[in-house]
């Protein structure tokens, strides 16, 4: 066996640098930091992250979890270079899930894995995920950071977030009065939020566009640019309107799936929702991506979320009341339909065109 120093391995020989995901720890830890809120203080670099639900508030909660990731959407930040708003996605995708059943998202903890990992690229995926947990009221209290060489090619990454959060026995939702006749209202998105982006990938390419042109639906904004605006997160101003009204029976995060997948979940077996389309004022991108790709309406109310992120179903007495505590916290809504017997139709229909 040759022992001699010149012919000695290390892990960074092997494509892993120890010293570079140290430097990464220091970095983000003012990050880290930005998202402390009751119930969790300490810092990060620990074996686990602690949180202390007495302290948060709660009495007697129930834990709620979600995880979810960013999908094909990071490639068209590693393409462009753009990594700051995909942390935003990542929390969103996450906190929104937990929104809906009425929890109130407490911490979260995220996983990144790369190939080769740079501590200025890290550090903005870390800011965004800082600033996601900041707009959900969420603390960041760890995560954990993998550098595989051969698992990941070129400057490929992938993400993934774990979520918790808690609501005190007795109020999850959705609840079981769900009625025929309550009202369904609508909560603009920021546009596509983070789904179906293997089709808008596909249709960039076949129009042959680059990420640095002008995005033919916001000629002031680069595509690459205009299709990375984070997912909106709806935490705060729907916590508020929960606790200032009681009258919201459920909510729907409109992700993968559309209206057509995700209201159902919420929705008894013997009812339905009837969808005003006329209601709804898709954004620019959707109009684009109809036409560039020749994509029916039906596919496009069951893969994008067509300009509405998250639904709330509530009271026909009720619903003035919702909207304006909606309102008072900063958040736009739209009346786009209410809940009908199902009987042997299906449990989403649509009324009016979705494009004019």
């Not at 899930?97 to 995926?125: H, N, R």
């Not at 009221?137 to 051969?150: F, R, S, W």
């Not at 029976?249 to 979940?265: D, L, S, Y």
């Not at 991506?289 to 994008?304: H, V, Y």
Request: aromatic letters at 6%; glycine letters at 12%; one cysteine or more.
């Amino acid at each position: 066996m040759n022992d001699s120093p010149e012919n000695r391995m290390s892990y960074a020989d092997a494509g892993v640098d120890i010293d570079e995901g140290n430097a990464l720890v220091e970095r983000i830890k003012p990050m880290v930091r930005s998202t402390a809120r009751l119930g969790a203080d300490s810092e990060i670099g620990g074996f686990g992250g602690l949180f202390d639900l007495k302290a948060a508030g709660f009495s007697d909660p129930i834990l709620v979890a979600a995880n979810d990731g960013v999908g094909t959407k990071l490639k068209v930040a590693i393409e462009t270079g753009r990594h700051d708003t995909v942390g935003i996605d990542l929390v969103a995708m996450c906190v929104n899930d937990l929104i809906v059943q009425g929890a109130e998202p407490l911490l979260f903890l995220d996983y990144f894995a790369t190939g080769k990992l740079s501590v200025d690229q890290g550090a903005a995926i870390v800011s965004g995920i800082a600033e996601g947990c900041r707009q959900a009221g969420c603390a960041l209290i760890g995560g954990e950071t993998a550098e595989m060489p051969g698992m990941y090619a070129g400057e490929d990454y992938d993400l993934a977030g774990f979520a918790v959060g808690a609501a005190e026995r007795g109020t999850l939702l959705p609840s079981s009065d769900i009625a025929t006749g309550d009202v369904i209202v609508g909560l603009p998105s920021s546009g596509l939020h983070s789904n179906g982006f293997s089709l808008v990938r596909r249709i960039v390419a076949m129009e042959g566009l680059a990420w640095d042109a002008a995005a033919p639906f916001s000629p002031s904004t680069s595509l690459g640019e205009a299709l990375l605006e984070p997912t909106k997160i709806y935490v705060k101003p729907l916590l508020a309107a929960i606790r200032a009204t009681g009258a919201i029976k459920a909510m729907a995060h409109i992700t993968g799936g559309g209206f057509t997948e995700n209201i159902p979940r919420v929705l008894p077996d013997d009812l339905a929702a009837t969808i005003d389309l006329d209601a709804i004022t898709p954004p620019p991108v959707f109009s684009w991506l109809s036409k560039a790709g020749n994509i029916a309406d039906e596919e496009m109310l069951r893969t994008f979320n067509c300009g509405i992120g998250m639904v709330v179903i509530v009271a026909a007495d009720e619903a003035d009341t919702v909207r304006a505590s909606l309102a008072d916290a900063g958040q736009d809504t739209v009346t786009i339909g209410s809940v009908a017997g199902k009987g042997k139709g299906t449990d989403v229909r649509y009324e009016g065109a979705l494009f004019a």
